[in-house]
């Protein structure tokens, strides 16, 4: 990638990560930007999730510049917000870097690109475009999004969809950039360094989504008790969210422990092992709906609606709403089905394993034209 900006002048771009899924998606783009030769990351941790984003930092070599340590006990998202536009204006203003990058629909990312624009640093959105338009699932991140969005300078979208999403919105076509989805890039990074390694009948379990909380969360745990119960030969491995009303729902598998196994968040080199390795995926998360589709995984998912449409095309991702019948019933049809033994990674429509460095490229192109002082 030499030549992007010239060999004469480093730019400085700033990278704020405040959640393990963010650390996750955006270290390909930290790696092409290193790798260039006219820009200079600058990458700023909040630790809005700071024990889970440490799982992902020191596996995917990344050590934050600057580290605003926001995270606090019974944290309201209004309060995450202050602290971080707070904290993030001081550093702004004393390393002054000519774009800011933020990542998916955190109330890290909304904070930080609110605290960017308002100092007239131009912000890019990496996962731009993607929407369920319904504010209570997810929420507070489909509102987060939508507002990232509206800000943004350059708008770094996954996908076809999400560029039309954009478009609807009356967001300007110049602003818009349809990458790939820097999870895959990740995904695959991650994979030819994992020795970990579980069993070919586990299933892996992710939950972890706010709306989830209460009734949701039980009813797909139930339905997976009745599942265990239904194929005594199958295992699960779930490592556990910390969050508080994660870890109160663990009574309903208590005594499972042959074959369940609960455990801690794991570090992303572990878990992508896992899941490259496992029979296939039961979640409520967003980014391995992105990632099961490369490892030609089955993903059921525990939500009543997905802004990643793409997959279900396929008939690998399956949206299989929080109600026990319905999530039991997907378990063990989703088990009842020969695993994949194609070639990896597998088509998926969320990328091909390049879009850090499209995004990198976008910017020394756009970033070329500005007056900098040389290194």
Known sequence: MPGWGGALTRRTVALVVGTRPEAIKMAPVYRALRASDGLEPLLISTGQHRELLETALEPLQLVPDHRLDVMQASQSLNSVIVRVIERLSRLLAETQPEALLVQGDTTSALASALAAYSMRVPVGHVEAGLRTYDHENPFPEEANRQLVDRISTWCFTPTQSGRSNLLAERIDDQRIHVTGNTVVDSLLWAIDRSEYRCDQDTVLLTLHRRESFGRPL?????????????????????????NPNVREALHIVKGRDHQLEVRSPMNYLDFAGALASCRFIL????????????????????????????????GRNRMVGRERETVREALVSAWNEAPYGGPIPADNPYGDGHAGERIARILAQSLAGRSVVSA
């Open 218 to 242: 039980a009813e797909i745990l139930h339905a997976l008790c009745d599942f265990l119960d239904a194929i005594p030969e199958a295992r699960v491995l779930w490592p556990v969210h910390p």
């Open 283 to 314: 979640t409520d998360s967003g980014g391995l709906q992105e990632e099961a589709p490369s490892l030609g995984k089955i993903a059921l998912v525990a939500r009543d609606h997905t802004e990643r449409p793409e997959a279900l095309a396929t």
